[in-house]
């Protein structure tokens, strides 16, 4: 009996873990049920028929053919509503930012405008960077006008005429004059050289002479009144006066 009684236990157990599982199987068969009756209300709300599942069935198993995961497209269908916010948001910043590059594009054409009517100016200060001149001679001519307005009392552009005036007119004959002006300045001190060398020869070989000629320079004669006075005193006073007369020369 005690045996019976085991054996029945066991088959009441069994009884009941079958009864359990057959509640939980009914429970999911009543949720995919109504899980099914809901789709099938929403599809009705779209006037999709129950029976096309069958064919989204097969483009499922044709998903699987090739090797994709059904499951992976379904979960990026479901998320169709975010991206579709997500296009909006990026339309809108594609719109945003065509904005911006035409206000670019326009700033750009701007600045290639100026740069086109600055083109003569340009090749200006090439052409003076060529000749020797940068920023701080054009400042210095500047101010240099700025200056002479301030004195004279004279408009920029009329010191501007007058300098150009004066270049066209006077450079001319102003760079012949500098290059003679130089060229005398050689000779004169070539001369001055020649004078320096004959006085110091005469100092080291007449320096009674040389005392007289330094006496008559520092009283304010140069070479030529010198020369000019010894020609007097040999054409003239000479003939005049005995020229041993040593009361004479001692006067003179």
């Known amino acids: 009996m005690d045996q019976e009684i085991e054996r029945k236990k066991k088959e009441i157990q069994v009884l009941q873990d079958d009864l359990e599982s057959s509640r939980k199987e009914m429970q999911n068969e009543k949720k995919d049920f109504l899980l099914f009756q809901n789709v099938k209300e929403e599809l009705k709300k779209h006037d999709i028929s129950i029976h096309n599942l069958e064919s989204l069935i097969n483009v499922i198993k044709i998903f699987d053919e090739m090797h994709y995961r059904p499951l992976t497209i379904l979960c990026e269908f479901s998320d169709i509503t975010a991206y579709r916010k997500l ?28 740069i086109i009517s600055n083109e003569p100016i340009i090749q200006s200060l090439k052409q003076l960077e060529n000749l020797g001149f940068n920023a701080s001679d054009i400042k210095n001519l500047y101010l240099m006008f700025s200056k002479i307005s301030k004195k004279y009392g004279l408009d920029k552009k009329e010191i501007k005429i007058r300098f150009f005036r004066c270049i066209n007119y006077y450079f001319n004959d102003l760079l012949p004059l500098q290059k003679d002006i130089g060229e005398k300045i050689n000779k004169i001190f070539i001369l001055d050289n020649e004078i320096s060398s004959r006085r110091k020869i005469i100092e080291e070989s007449q320096p009674i002479v040389f005392s007289i000629l330094q006496h008559l320079v520092s009283s304010g004669f140069n070479e030529h009144y010198i020369l000019k006075a010894f020609k007097i005193f040999k054409t003239d006073l000479c003939n005049k006066m005995p020229y041993g007369d040593r009361t004479y020369i001692e006067r003179l």
């Open 87 to 114: 296009v909006e948001n990026k339309d809108k910043q594609i719109k945003q930012r065509v904005s911006h590059i035409q206000d670019l594009k326009a700033i750009s054409d701007n600045y290639e405008m100026k």
